[in-house]
């Protein structure tokens, strides 16, 4: 993504954010060449470029665009659903620059000719940085390990089974040895099969008041267990893709306490919602994993708060309309979520809950870190990545703000305070908003 052409990019006397370099103050942000050339106070004075697009930042927040380390995306084969332009789309207005994408596509993402493909369509028709993960097993079958070498060769920056969890010990055990030795990353839903069985939301009172059967939260906490003990066993690098229960993360910070290389991710929708919004059986909650109870919610947000979870992330996972309109216990699980993932967890900030430097972190550097790219910093020197943000315009999340090709969000009709402006990816404008 070239920035050949682009004016440079002026944004005075804003509040800069950037966790990177622990940075929380009014400064100026100067990008030239696809570069950021200065982002601080020290810029405040420094003069403009010649035939800069300058913004007056007063009053507005930039920070770096925001990296999402779990998106699901049809294309290919499943691009009535989504392709990775309209993703890219979605992900711009929602100051998202960056987005590791899910091996859960048709064919899927476990070889490097498949892998390149996606960087080859993701280089010709994205707004934003696509970065694709592969298939811990060839084809999601759980049977046969990918070939881990080459495809780390060929710029993967992590392994996952996408929605699915592995149920084998030993073939998990050799799968993290070839990623350790190849210093790459295991990211793993723990959602057992077995005990999920026929459940749709959480168990409990509430799944019991509508009929409808339940996932024990031990379905999360057993082969999440299990998967640190092999971590620790192997020495690979673990990343907990997505925990939702309070005793998921009591079980993370007992494994970071003992020294083990593991991290943890949670979704925008566990840390915003409970299992009392399914309400009369609303679809677009219907989630994996489920939603949960409201103390399991303000345990997420604890753990994110305190560092025992790593990194948030939208978890977009567009469904069409025709798998979502069907009886809860039939519809297909997931939401999208690229566009809410900054508005929402804003929630956090502006209640207090979660301080914003904590909250910016857990959406830049640290999944930056996590996949190992050079991304979600604003420090000089480094891509010209960056989110215009009014921390306090409020909105309304009407469903034509949506860019996705599909509509399942958990966020329908949602008001948010917090708004992104402009998004930037290597120095080029993406997305602007509508005035």
């Known amino acids: 993504m070239s920035a050949a052409g682009e004016r440079p990019l002026v944004v005075e006397r804003a509040r800069i954010v950037d966790p990177a370099r622990g940075l929380d103050a009014v400064g100026t942000v100067v990008a030239r060449d696809g ?220 494994a970071k306490a003992r020294g083990l290389a593991v991290s943890a991710g949670v979704s925008i929708n566990h840390l915003s919602l409970n299992e009392n919004d399914v309400g009369q059986y609303r679809t677009f909650f219907r989630l994996s994993p489920p939603l949960r109870r409201e103390e399991d919610r303000l345990a997420m947000v604890e753990a994110l708060a305190d560092g025992t979870i790593d990194v948030i992330v939208s978890s977009h996972d567009p469904q069409d309309a025709d798998d979502k309109r069907r009886p809860f216990a039939e519809a297909e699980p997931g939401a999208i979520g690229l566009e809410t993932l900054l508005s929402a967890a804003l929630r956090l900030h502006h209640s207090g809950a979660v301080p914003l430097m904590r909250l910016i972190e857990a959406m830049t550097s640290a999944p930056a870190a996590l996949l190992g790219i050079d991304r979600g910093t604003l420090k000089p020197g480094a891509p010209a990545d960056l989110a215009i943000v009014d921390l306090d315009r409020p909105f309304l999340f009407t469903e034509d703000r949506i860019r996705s090709r599909s509509k399942n969000s958990a966020f329908e009709n949602a008001r948010f305070a917090g708004e992104v402006l402009r998004t930037v990816v290597s120095g080029r404008t993406v997305y602007a908003a509508k005035d």
């Open 35 to 254: 570069r950021i050339a200065a982002a601080g106070p020290e810029a405040l004075n420094q003069g403009r470029p010649e035939g800069a697009d300058v913004v007056d930042g007063t009053g507005l927040t930039v920070i770096p665009g925001l990296v999402d380390a779990r998106v699901f995306i049809g294309e290919p084969g499943g691009e009535h659903r989504e392709t990775i332009a309209s993703a890219s789309d979605a992900a711009a207005a929602g100051g998202v620059t960056s987005i590791l994408t899910m091996p859960d596509t048709n064919p899927v993402i476990d070889d490097v000719a498949i892998a390149e493909f996606v960087m080859r369509t993701a280089r010709d028709t994205a707004r934003v940085n696509v970065f694709p993960a592969a298939a811990l097993t060839k084809g999601l079958a759980g049977r046969e390990m990918t070939e881990i070498g080459l495809l780390a060769g060929a710029g993967v920056r992590a392994f996952t089974e996408g929605r699915k969890t592995l149920s084998d010990p030993a073939l998990l055990r050799r799968i993290m040895t070839y990623a350790r030795d190849f210093g790459a990353v295991v990211m793993h839903e723990t959602q057992d099969a077995a005990l999920t069985g026929r459940g749709v939301m959480n168990e409990g009172l509430y799944a019991s008041w509508l009929g409808l059967p339940g996932i024990p939260g031990e379905a999360e906490i057993i082969p999440l267990e299990r998967d640190l003990r092999l971590a620790a066993l192997t020495g690979c690098r673990y990343h907990a893709a997505e925990i939702s229960l309070g005793e998921s993360a009591r079980v993370v910070a007992a």
